[in-house]
Each structure stands twice: as structure tokens, then as C-alpha cells.
């Protein structure tokens, strides 16, 4: 009988280690609730729950500002060395730490994996006068600091697209009139009271607005056009040479030990194979684009450098 008390406390003593375990898992959200950030964050553990591969307690933080690297400056100081730290980022990131002249040091963190990508769209009010893609840059062409245009954080991937687009039209990039955003839901809001003449960014966080006509979705970075918005023409369609992708991913924490950086990989490795996450990917509009940890490392390095050479030739960085 003593044994079989001593087998039962022990059982219970395992569940309540096990449960302390799984509720030391952080999630760094370095954006406003809503925005892409938050919801590739928040919906990846969502499905991962939902497909076995983990079912523990997540808590999310979310502090947004600067790209990112306000949050993810946090995330470096304050997590260091913590096994079941994570942090979601993206594209937005590396152009934003260069701007702003962050001491996020994105080499120093352990790659997980790169999860999504997600395609830009340019949108303007239900009620604009622009019809089309050629209508605005047209307007933009002509005056372009009447026209506001609103999107992420400066320096990323949603300015990088407008500058690009100036570049295409031969529009001199700094006289644009770009506006940084706390997040899509402001974008809108700014397009929708006329404040903004237009916005740019994820299509995710516009399309539900489209759909409500509200406002106009006017072109898309894509190569080709897309299923699920057959109607609106690609940057390309309308003669402007832009095609660029807002990528996201997940970082472990500065010096998480080995093993853990090994078992979080293989939990988003198997993320990416599960019913759930495709479920979400084509519900949000977001297409796969999954690389696992130091293949995700290499990736970002890369991406540094071919990004700050774009905000470099675009006269947005020295």
C-alpha cells in the first residue's frame, strides 16, 4: 500500500513539474494585438495545440514600436538564457534595426524556423478616386507629398515596396510621404477617414476591409495574381517592377540551451506538415515558406544584407 502511495505522489509531483514547465513558455510579440505579428504568433500555437505537437500554456507578451525592435531589445535583455523563450519577427525587423539604430543584434538569437510569407497589397478608399494602380502612382508622380501613404515602421518591408514603387515610376524616393503605423488596423482607419490617400501592407490585414468595401485593394507584389484575390493585378500587370514578400519567423532566445533549441525546431517542423497550420495559412492568406533552424540563421543573414542594400540604393539609409 506504501508503494503504491509513494507510485501516486509521484505521479503527482511529475504533473505538476511538467505543468510549472509548460508555463514557463514566453512568446514575445513585438507588435499591437491584431497585426501580422501577433496573429502568426498567437494562431501557430494555436494549431500546434491543436495538432498534439504541443498543448502546454503559452503566455504572450505584446509591446510593438520601431519594427519591432523595441520588443524584441526586451526580449534580449530580459530572456537570455531562458529555455522555452520564443519571439515572433520578419522582414519588417532588419530594416527597422538599421533605421533605428537598434542594439538588436538579430545574429546573437537562435533560428527556429521561418514560417510564413506573406505578399503586399496597396489599398486606397472604396470611394477613391484612384481606379487603378497607374491612378495613383500617377497622383503620386505628380505631387508626392500630397500623397500619404500609411504602413509599417519605417524601414520595413511595406516602406521598402513604396520605395521601390517610387523607384519603378521614377518618383524620388525622399519626397515620398510616408507615414509609420502601429499596426494594420491603423492603416485602415487612416484610409478610411481620408487621412491616409492610401496604405500598404500584409494582405491579411486588408482583406477582410476589401470585402467589406471599404476600401479598394488596388495592386499586389506578387509575380503572378493570386487565387484568392483573382481581381486585383500585380505590380508587374500594371508596369511597375516590384515584387517583394514579407517573410516571418521565430527566434529563440539569446543562449537557449541546445536541447531545447533542438526541440522547438522539431515542433515547428512538425507545425508546418499538420492539417491545422495549413488550415490557418490558407484562411489568412499566407503561403508557406518554412525553413528550420541554422538553414533559417543563414537566411536571415542574407536577408540583412540584401535589405540594407535596398534601403540603401532606395536613400532611405547611409
Request: proline share 4%.
Amino acid at each position: 500500500m506504501k508503494f503504491k502511495q509513494l507510485l501516486k505522489s509521484l505521479a503527482v509531483a511529475t504533473a505538476l513539474c511538467a505543468g510549472a514547465a509548460h508555463a514557463q513558455v514566453s512568446v514575445m510579440l513585438p507588435a499591437n494585438p491584431g497585426g501580422g505579428w501577433d496573429a502568426t504568433g498567437r494562431q501557430a500555437f494555436q494549431a500546434m495545440k491543436q495538432a498534439g505537437i504541443y498543448t502546454g500554456t503559452v503566455n504572450f507578451s505584446n509591446k510593438g514600436g520601431a519594427g519591432g525592435t523595441i520588443g524584441l531589445s526586451e526580449f534580449q535583455r530580459a530572456q537570455k538564457g531562458k529555455p522555452d523563450a520564443l519571439a515572433v519577427f520578419g522582414a519588417i525587423t532588419v530594416g527597422a534595426i538599421t533605421l533605428n539604430h537598434s542594439p538588436v543584434d538579430l545574429s546573437k538569437f537562435k533560428p527556429v524556423a521561418r514560417l510564413t510569407a506573406e505578399y503586399l497589397v496597396l489599398a486606397v478608399k472604396a470611394d477613391s478616386p484612384y481606379k487603378n494602380l497607374g491612378d495613383f502612382v500617377a497622383a503620386l508622380k505628380s505631387d508626392p507629398g500630397a500623397s500619404a501613404v500609411g504602413g509599417g515602421s519605417a524601414g520595413g518591408v511595406d516602406h521598402i515596396a513604396l520605395a521601390l514603387l517610387a523607384q519603378s515610376a521614377g518618383v524620388p524616393v525622399p519626397k515620398l510621404n510616408y507615414i509609420p503605423q502601429a499596426g494594420g488596423a491603423d492603416t485602415v482607419i487612416g484610409i478610411i477617414n481620408g487621412t491616409l490617400k492610401a496604405g500598404i501592407s500584409g494582405i491579411s490585414e486588408f482583406q477582410q476591409f476589401a470585402q467589406e468595401g471599404r476600401i479598394r485593394i488596388l495592386g499586389i507584389t506578387t509575380a503572378e495574381r493570386m487565387k484568392s484575390l483573382p481581381d486585383v493585378p500585380t505590380f508587374k500587370e500594371a508596369g511597375f517592377d516590384v515584387e517583394i514578400a514579407n517573410w516571418r519567423g521565430i527566434l529563440g532566445s539569446v543562449d537557449m540551451p541546445e536541447a531545447n533549441h533542438k526541440e522547438w525546431v522539431e515542433r515547428f517542423t512538425k507545425l508546418d506538415q499538420s492539417e491545422a497550420w495549413k488550415a490557418v495559412l490558407a484562411k489568412q492568406g499566407w503561403d508557406a515558406y518554412f525553413m528550420p533552424g541554422n538553414e533559417f540563421g543563414e537566411f536571415i543573414q542574407n536577408e540583412s544584407t540584401r535589405i540594407n542594400k535596398i534601403l540603401k540604393d532606395a536613400g532611405l539609409s547611409k
